[in-house]
């Protein structure tokens, strides 16, 4: 099974970036499509992105198409989010998750931005937006 912990995160002003990055162990890594999520307390955890296994596709909710960017290094066992244009409304725990899927199951049985279609979950890391 993979191990996953996050880290990037932090205190940023409205506007500006951050790239929050999760580290894989315990092997197979290229074996599982990946997904961000983040919750804010007292709601429910919410879909960010999810990448395919190779890295060449990625999915957004509205929220964050345009402003965030997933990817991944499968060399190195590492996934990535490019947050830019950072909105106080932005601010929660990021979670990084894994499913031994691949995405194309996800899209099509419409769980790819459920969480709890994914198995493996990090930490999170909390990221602060000032306005």
């Known amino acids: 099974q993979v191990q996953l912990v996050e880290s990037g995160g932090g205190l940023v002003q409205a506007g500006g970036s951050l790239r929050l990055s999760c580290a894989a162990s315990?092997?197979?890594?290229?074996?599982?499509?990946l997904g961000w999520f983040r919750q804010v307390p007292g709601q429910e955890r919410e879909f960010v992105a999810a990448?395919?296994?190779?890295?060449?596709?990625?999915y957004y909710p509205d929220s964050v198409k345009g402003r965030f960017t997933m990817s991944r290094d499968n060399a190195n066992n590492r996934v990535y989010l490019q947050m830019n244009s950072l909105e106080p409304g932005d601010a929660a725990i990021y979670y990084c998750?894994?499913?031994?899927?691949?995405?194309?199951?996800?899209?099509?049985?419409?769980?790819?931005?459920?969480?709890?279609?994914?198995?493996?979950w990090g930490q999170g890391t909390q990221v602060t937006v000032s306005s």
């Open positions: 315990g092997g197979g890594f290229r074996s599982y499509a």
């Open positions: 990448i395919s296994r190779s890295g060449t596709t990625a």
């Open positions: 998750a894994a499913k031994m899927s691949s995405l194309a199951s996800l899209v099509y049985s419409s769980t790819y931005n459920h969480s709890s279609a994914y198995d493996y």
